[in-house]
């Protein structure tokens, strides 16, 4: 069922049951952290697989403090200018955090999201909403209520609707076991304007793969189950393509004859804009049973390098 009932979502919750909740990132799939068999639910429900650890949602910093050893004045300091936000600390947990929350990590993923009837939810309840996005595992990110509804409608108890996604990406992941700090995920908050606040570089350390120590973030992600091709040269990669069906994501000005069917980001070229349109429309391409989904790369600066990462990992193999 879907609708806009805060206290109804966070009965669902109390009685261990797993929820759809909107961030400004993307929707969360919801369950009371400190449940363990409410979290192996999400497991189960997403197709996840137990080696990939979930992030904590709590309502200030206040909260997040009882879940972690220390909160380190630089990352305090990041916190204060960015939550509520799409910011994910990964700081060493206390005891107090189920192991199948960080998949048997020290380390444990927190952060304030800022819609608003998330964060009233998170007053409602008194622990900890574990919540990874809400989709099947490996497929494309939901930004919309319907998106969640569509493919996990069934299996939850409830979708709290709050709209469109206001980013469309989901959080940064800022490892703050490390010094300098490094850049787990690229994010709905660009790595400049957190270096910006730090006053010195933070390092890039991408969750991929051959990297097993911090696991989560497989190289192929957000894959969509049509072919997905991610090109800087959208006239040649079409030219190679014309024999099939060709769909296209495309991006500013870049001109395709309109005889193709394509989707745009933004025309007028704002990252912000491509960041909100980019799941939906990619989901919307994926419905067309197309040979191939076509997509135009990104600027490498800003929002662009993360919605590139995730453009990439759905054009893996
Ligand atoms: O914006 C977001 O972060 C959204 C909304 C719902 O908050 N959530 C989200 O969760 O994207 P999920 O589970 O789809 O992605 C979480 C990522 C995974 O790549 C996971 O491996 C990583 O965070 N992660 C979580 N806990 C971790 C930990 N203890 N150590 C290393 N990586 C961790
Ligand atoms: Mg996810």
Same mark, same amino acid.
């Given at each position: 069922? $879907?609708?806009?009932?805060?206290?109804? *979502?966070?009965?669902?919750? @109390?009685?261990?049951? =797993? &929820?759809?909740?909107? =961030?400004?990132?993307?929707?969360?799939?919801?369950?009371?952290?400190?449940?363990?068999?409410?979290?192996?639910?999400?497991?189960?429900?997403?197709?996840?697989?137990?080696?990939?650890?979930? $992030?904590?949602?709590?309502?200030?910093?206040?909260?997040?403090?009882?879940?972690?050893?220390?909160?380190?004045?630089?990352?305090?300091?990041? *916190?204060?200018? #960015?939550? !509520?936000?799409?910011? =994910?600390?990964?700081?060493?947990? +206390?005891?107090?955090? !189920?192991? $199948?929350?960080?998949?048997?990590?020290?380390? &444990?993923?927190?952060?304030?999201?800022?819609? !608003?009837? =998330?964060?009233?939810?998170?007053?409602?309840?008194?622990?900890?909403?574990?919540?990874?996005?809400?989709?099947?595992?490996?497929?494309?990110?939901?930004?919309?209520?319907?998106?969640?509804?569509? /493919?996990?409608?069934?299996?939850?108890?409830?979708?709290?609707?709050?709209?469109?996604?206001?980013?469309?990406?989901?959080?940064?992941?800022?490892?703050?076991? +490390?010094?300098?700090?490094? $850049?787990?995920?690229?994010?709905?908050?660009?790595?400049?304007?957190?270096?910006?606040?730090?006053?010195?570089?933070?390092?890039?350390?991408?969750?991929?793969?051959?990297?097993?120590?911090?696991?989560?973030?497989?190289?192929?992600?957000?894959?969509?189950?049509?072919? #997905?091709?991610?090109?800087?040269?959208?006239?040649?990669?079409?030219?190679?393509?014309?024999?099939?069906?060709?769909?296209?994501?495309? #991006?500013?000005?870049?001109?395709?004859?309109?005889?193709?069917? /394509?989707?745009?980001?933004?025309?007028?070229?704002?990252?912000?804009?491509?960041?909100?349109?980019?799941?939906?429309?990619?989901?919307?391409?994926?419905?067309?049973?197309?040979?191939?989904?076509?997509?135009?790369?990104?600027?490498?600066?800003?929002?662009?390098? *993360?919605? @590139?990462?995730?453009?990439?990992?759905?054009?893996?193999?």
């Amino acid at each position: 069922m $879907i609708g806009t009932d805060i206290r109804l *979502a966070a009965e669902h919750l @109390n009685a261990g049951e =797993t &929820v759809g909740i909107p =961030t400004e990132t993307v929707y969360g799939l919801a369950a009371n952290a400190f449940n363990e068999a409410a979290v192996v639910s999400i497991f189960r429900i997403k197709n996840r697989p137990f080696f990939d650890p979930l $992030i904590l949602h709590v309502r200030d910093i206040e909260q997040a403090k009882k879940l972690v050893k220390s909160f380190p004045d630089k990352a305090l300091k990041l *916190a204060e200018a #960015f939550w !509520p936000g799409p910011l =994910t600390f990964l700081l060493h947990k +206390t005891d107090v955090v !189920p192991d $199948i929350v960080t998949s048997g990590s020290d380390l &444990v993923a927190v952060r304030v999201p800022s819609h !608003p009837m =998330t964060l009233a939810l998170l007053q409602e309840v008194d622990f900890p909403i574990a919540a990874p996005s809400a989709n099947p595992f490996g497929y494309i990110s939901p930004t919309l209520a319907e998106h969640v509804d569509k /493919q996990l409608g069934k299996e939850v108890s409830y979708i709290l609707d709050g709209g469109a996604c206001s980013i469309g990406l989901e959080s940064t992941i800022i490892n703050c076991s +490390t010094e300098p700090y490094t $850049i787990a995920r690229l994010g709905g908050l660009p790595k400049h304007q957190i270096e910006q606040v730090l006053g010195e570089p933070v390092a890039m350390h991408l969750n991929q793969n051959s990297n097993p120590s911090a696991p989560g973030q497989l190289d192929k992600h957000y894959s969509p189950l049509s072919k #997905f091709i991610l090109s800087d040269n959208l006239e040649d990669t079409i030219n190679r393509h014309l024999h099939e069906k060709i769909v296209v994501l495309n #991006f500013g000005d870049t001109l395709v004859n309109d005889s193709i069917y /394509q989707l745009n980001l933004s025309k007028r070229g704002d990252l912000e804009e491509a960041a909100r349109n980019l799941f939906h429309f990619m989901r919307l391409l994926d419905q067309l049973n197309a040979d191939v989904i076509i997509a135009q790369s990104l600027p490498e600066y800003g929002l662009g390098l *993360a919605i @590139n990462d995730r453009l990439r990992r759905a054009a893996s193999k």
